[in-house]
């Protein structure tokens, strides 16, 4: 990989850059301050490292790596627009930015632009053949776009790139999940979660892989260690509880009004469709970080970690390095390892009166977006009967709360028709209730950017922001509904509440 991270990954992935080429006083301000903000991105601190970028960009307007940066703060924000724009003004100054170009790509992902999102990773991949980060997310989108066999050549090819690729590995895992080749799957999660053991999201997918070879008591022991690594893992939680009741009421052991009973074919039918609803319950935008940040050299083979560990902010002579690393590592085998991180972004080489130097960059490293779901069987609905009645069975599993159920129903009706708006607000309504709130969010913000005067996708934002005691937004929201309806008594008593509440 050259200069960059990478994120979203998961299923995706966006690149953030070190600092680009300024001379003086200006080159060393501008790194001083990327450094800065790459520090705060660390660490979760996204307002303070977009100020530090924004001070790059008034030091010099002109910097690609700012512009990259900041879209990638953009885009974790949830900004995937604002972000597509950043990305884009970094290509527009340097063409041959392979981070920005993948970073574009996924940018037009997360906006359901999936022909843009192809030929911006194939530009990528034609600046760079060995992008691994590209091929894997470009494997995700096929996978998305059930091109599966296709998908899983880039994760193969990626793998080719870097044997020891774990967001490739699981992702491939997932796809072999999908195809029902469970050894294959666990072999790769082994290798993933040998190497990442508090990653919740691989001890999912195992489990998952555990569930299609009906091995139950092994799924729940991943379930249960997916849950406990990450106790809001609500799809985790859900499929354990499942798959406790299918072990704990067998069928003929059905205890009811003090005797015991017969579990009917029909009731252990009920409760094996719910391991595998609960299982299959739609996650299509986890973008898996947390730890991540602090694992910029996950890839290194053993020479570029040796190598990785010995480098400074400063630059230092080949003979300096040497010295650093005693009898470690041969010539040869510095000069393989300076190279592979000179193509990962980790390091950066240069060459003033005859000498050659090398240092550590400002790259973080890599953020891949990693599949974690398992795909619903499709059921092609083929009139627009089908629409109406899949709408009001998701209206009636809402009203019940039976929210997983809803989503399921709500996905086969936007298949039909992907730009109803009603249907994508009651899709946002069911992701905010099963704690997907920035997923709820994006959704309306979607509908809204289209038609900003539709008052039930008000409704749905303000009431999910006053569910989460955010009671300025939800004021917001319903004078916003009072301007278009003035009349509107829920919107008014909602007022009050959110007023209210504030005090």
């Known amino acids: 990989m050259k200069s ?16 680009g080429a300024l001379t003086g006083g200006k080159r060393a301000g501008a790194t001083k301050l990327i450094s800065e903000g790459n520090e705060h991105y660390r660490k979760g601190r996204l307002a303070e490292a977009v100020k530090a970028y924004n001070q ?14 900041k879209g990638l703060i953009l885009a974790v924000a949830g900004n995937y627009q604002e972000a597509l724009n950043c990305h884009m003004r970094a290509y527009e100054l340097d063409p041959g930015h392979v981070d920005a170009v993948s970073n574009i790509g996924m940018m037009y992902n997360k906006l359901d632009m999936m022909d843009e999102a192809l030929t911006w990773y194939d530009r990528a ?19 998305k776009l059930e091109r599966f066999a ?41 290798n993933v979660l040998k190497s990442r053991p508090l990653f919740s999201e691989g001890w999912y997918v195992k489990g998952k892989a555990y569930i299609g070879m009906k091995e139950f008591d092994k799924a729940i022991v991943c379930l249960e260690r997916a849950n406990r690594l990450n106790p809001d893992f609500l799809q985790a939680r859900r499929a354990l509880e499942v798959l406790k009741k299918k072990l704990v009421e067998p069928p003929g052991e059905k205890v009811k009004s003090g005797k015991k009973t017969v579990m009917t ?14 299982i299959l319950r739609p ?7 947390g730890d991540e940040f602090e694992r910029p050299e996950e890839h290194l083979t053993k020479e570029e970690k040796i190598m990785f560990d010995v480098l400074g902010n400063e630059p230092q002579s080949l003979s300096a390095l040497k010295s650093a690393i005693g009898n470690r590592l041969g010539k040869p085998a510095m000069d393989r390892a300076l190279e592979g991180l000179e193509r990962r972004g980790l390091a950066v080489s240069e060459t003033e009166k005859g000498t050659k130097t090398f240092s550590r960059t400002n790259a973080l490293g890599s953020i891949e977006e990693e599949m974690v779901e398992e795909r619903e069987d499709a059921e092609p609905e083929n009139n627009a009967n089908d629409f109406h009645a899949l709408m009001s069975k998701s209206r009636k599993f809402i009203n019940d709360g039976r929210n997983g159920e809803a989503a399921r129903s709500l996905k086969k009706a936007l298949k039909i028709n992907p730009y109803d708006d009603m249907a994508l607000c009651l899709m946002a309504q069911v992701q905010y209730e099963m704690g997907e709130r920035d997923r709820a969010i994006n959704t309306i913000s979607k509908i809204l950017a289209g ?37 509107n008594p829920e919107a008014k008593r909602g007022l009050e509440a959110a007023e209210s509440a504030k005090k």
């Open 451 to 487: 038609k900003p005067d539709f008052v039930p996708a008000w409704f749905t934002l303000a009431n999910a922001t006053l569910k989460n005691k955010d009671y300025s937004d939800a004021a917001d929201c319903f004078r916003k509904i009072l301007e278009l309806q003035p009349d």
């Open 56 to 69: 790059v960009l008034q030091i010099d307007p002109e910097n690609p790596i700012a512009w990259n940066n």
């Open 150 to 190: 296709e998908a899983m050549k880039c994760y193969d090819r990626a793998l080719e790139i870097n044997p020891n690729y774990m967001a490739a590995m699981n992702n491939k895992a997932v796809e072999l999940i999908h195809m029902k080749r469970y050894d294959e799957a666990l072999e790769l999660l082994n």
């Open 125 to 143: 991949l034609g600046l760079d053949p060995n992008h691994e980060t590209t091929w894997n997310n470009k494997g995700n989108l096929l996978s």
């Open 4 to 19: 960059g991270i990478s994120l979203f990954g998961t299923r995706g992935c966006i690149l953030l850059a070190a600092a």
């Open 265 to 278: 074919e029909s009731e252990q039918a009920k409760i094996d469709r719910s391991i595998q609803t609960e």
């Open 283 to 289: 996650r299509n935008e986890m973008d898996i970080m």
